[in-house]
């Protein structure tokens, strides 16, 4: 998808509680890698992210996500993305509708998305609550029993660099010279997904552009670990 350019971070970096040592890069390189790969089984994005953190004490009893809409301008869907969803060029008499949305808890980012829709190939009810409520995606279009068909993905940061495995010294520690406790500097995003939802009839309906931010980590590392 050489023509799609995602907007700009707007999510601000989390004050980080792992450091920058071997043993937390590389735990939370296989963090990373588990949630990545969870959300990749399954066809509710919200619904297991919302397990992950749950399970990591990062929501707590009935705490669910919620969509806050960011107001700004309809962006057009690449050309690209846009022959996935069966559309006519120009899709005369097919409302094509747009949202923009950070999924929340309480005060935490935990992801960014961009969706385009189908808005006739959703019912009116589902299509008002789009337009106006914050409830996430999923959970509005969930009577479709939709199947989710990942287009692309991309990995925005790694805490480990290429060939991290030849590199004595990140083995034995960090930067040489540099104090044990020196806290890891996290980015904005880690990771970006890009898909396609189908009805349960295979009729697909809607587009989606995912990002993650590293506040689904914010646990922290075990307590009481030596980092190498």
Same mark, same amino acid.
């Given at each position: 998808?050489?023509d799609f350019k995602? =907007? %700009?971070?707007?999510t601000a970096?989390?004050?980080?509680?792992w450091q920058?040592?071997?043993?937390?890069r590389l735990?939370? %390189?296989?963090?990373?890698?588990q949630?990545?790969?969870r959300l990749? /089984?399954?066809? *509710? $994005?919200?619904?297991?992210?919302? +397990?992950?953190l749950r %399970? +990591?004490?990062?929501?707590?009893g009935q705490? %669910?996500?919620?969509a806050?809409?960011?107001t700004s301008p309809p962006?057009?869907? =690449?050309?690209d993305?846009l /022959?996935?969803?069966?559309?006519?060029?120009?899709?005369?008499?097919?409302?094509? &509708?747009?949202r923009?949305?950070?999924?929340m &808890?309480t005060?935490?980012?935990?992801s960014?998305?961009?969706?385009?829709?189908?808005?006739?190939?959703?019912?009116?009810?589902?299509?008002q $609550?789009?337009?106006?409520t914050?409830t996430?995606f999923?959970?509005v279009? *969930?009577?479709?029993?939709?199947?989710?068909?990942?287009?692309?993905?991309?990995? !925005?940061?790694s805490?480990?660099?290429?060939?991290?495995?030849?590199?004595?010294?990140l083995? +034995? &520690?960090?930067?040489?010279?540099a104090?044990?406790?020196?806290? !890891?500097a996290?980015?904005?995003?880690?990771?970006r997904h890009v898909?396609? !939802?189908?009805?349960?009839?295979g009729t697909?309906f *809607?587009?989606?552009?995912e990002?993650?931010?590293?506040?689904a980590?914010a646990?922290g590392?075990?307590p009481?670990q030596t980092? !190498?």
């Amino acid at each position: 998808m050489p023509d799609f350019k995602p =907007p %700009a971070p707007t999510t601000a970096p989390l004050p980080s509680v792992w450091q920058d040592s071997f043993l937390h890069r590389l735990m939370l %390189a296989s963090l990373i890698n588990q949630m990545e790969n969870r959300l990749l /089984a399954e066809n *509710s $994005a919200t619904q297991t992210l919302e +397990h992950w953190l749950r %399970a +990591h004490k990062l929501l707590c009893g009935q705490e %669910a996500l919620r969509a806050e809409r960011v107001t700004s301008p309809p962006r057009p869907c =690449p050309a690209d993305l846009l /022959a996935t969803l069966d559309m006519p060029t120009p899709h005369t008499g097919q409302g094509l &509708g747009y949202r923009k949305i950070r999924l929340m &808890g309480t005060t935490h980012t935990y992801s960014e998305a961009e969706n385009w829709f189908v808005t006739n190939r959703l019912s009116q009810s589902m299509t008002q $609550a789009l337009e106006q409520t914050d409830t996430p995606f999923g959970r509005v279009v *969930s009577p479709l029993r939709f199947t989710r068909q990942l287009i692309r993905r991309e990995t !925005l940061w790694s805490p480990l660099p290429d060939l991290w495995e030849m590199q004595e010294q990140l083995l +034995h &520690g960090t930067v040489p010279g540099a104090p044990q406790s020196q806290p !890891l500097a996290l980015p904005p995003h880690l990771f970006r997904h890009v898909a396609l !939802l189908r009805t349960h009839a295979g009729t697909p309906f *809607s587009l989606v552009v995912e990002t993650y931010t590293p506040q689904a980590f914010a646990f922290g590392p075990p307590p009481h670990q030596t980092a !190498l």
